[in-house]
């Protein structure tokens, strides 16, 4: 089930968002970006069923606080990323239109694409 799936992403994006804030290294950006692509992907198919978004607040608050069984410094980081991100996901999925790609590009999980390079036009 969808729910189960983001449960399991979403502890894997803690886990590279907490490897990648101690040490950021281009593979862990990499990593980082797949697994928010894939956690938003579902988050918008969720949305497509009509949850709500307090639905989805209530139940990424459960699993943050789940993660606080395990060790409370995941449940604060879980509850500040959820709180920091989580509307703007949302507004970007719903409101915007954008593309999962495109949400994380604009919550800093994946860098800006970068433009193709010009090429050079000789004027006469």
Known sequence: SVPNKMFKQFIAVLLIAGLAQ??????????????????VTDLAEWLVDDATEADIVFFMENLCFALGAILQELQDMCLELMEAELPAIIDGLVEDNLNPAEVCVDIGACPAPTAAPQKFVRHN
């Open 22 to 39: 101690a040490k950021a290294q281009p593979k862990n950006v990499d990593v980082m970006c797949n697994l928010c692509t894939d956690v």
